[in-house]
């Protein structure tokens, strides 16, 4: 008896155990990459959403920032003159009207989901193409028989 329970402990020791260890490292690296691969994917995508935010978020003040020159310039021209003219009002009207249109366009063509909406899909009827098999012992022919049962 003691013989055997030392044995049965000798093959624990010396291969189960390891073993199992082992294995439970390993199950624990696994598990440790796949945690910090998910955070890095999530971490990445969350990234990529927020830069596409960002650049959408820079063209639209780039826009906004042409479209209002016109509007500084009369103002810097009040400023040295002291006084403006009445074709300023509506000079200014008329460009607040054409930036409102460009920022809309603009915003419509950075948003990807209002771009989608407005993509000009095509109502196109295309015909079918007409594909002619010729077997190996019969002739191709543009005129059906007859008497050819089909």
């Known amino acids: 008896m003691n013989n ?3 044995i049965a402990i000798m093959v624990m020791v010396t291969y189960i155990l390891p073993i199992n260890t082992i294995f439970l490292i390993y199950l624990h690296i696994i598990r440790y990459i796949r ?8 971490r990445q995508n969350i990234n990529k959403r927020d830069m596409i935010v960002f650049k959408r978020i820079i063209i639209l003040f780039v826009f906004l920032e ?13 400023i040295i003159t002291g006084y403006t003219s009445a ?8 460009i607040s009207s ?23 899909r095509s109502t196109q009827v295309h015909p079918n193409v ?3 098999v ?3 012992n019969t002739q191709v022919s543009d005129h059906h028989d007859p008497k050819e049962k089909f």
């Open 98 to 120: 054409i930036s409102q249109l460009v920022m809309s366009l603009v915003l419509a063509s950075t948003t990807s989901q209002i771009r989608e909406k407005l993509k000009w």
């Open 66 to 78: 042409i479209l209002s020159i016109p509007s500084f310039v009369v103002w810097i021209l009040y």
């Open 35 to 42: 945690r910090t691969t998910n955070t890095i994917q999530i």
């Open 87 to 94: 074709w300023n009002y509506t000079f200014l009207a008329f």
């Open 130 to 132: 007409e594909i002619r």
């Open 4 to 6: 055997s329970s030392g």
């Open 134 to 136: 010729q077997y190996h």
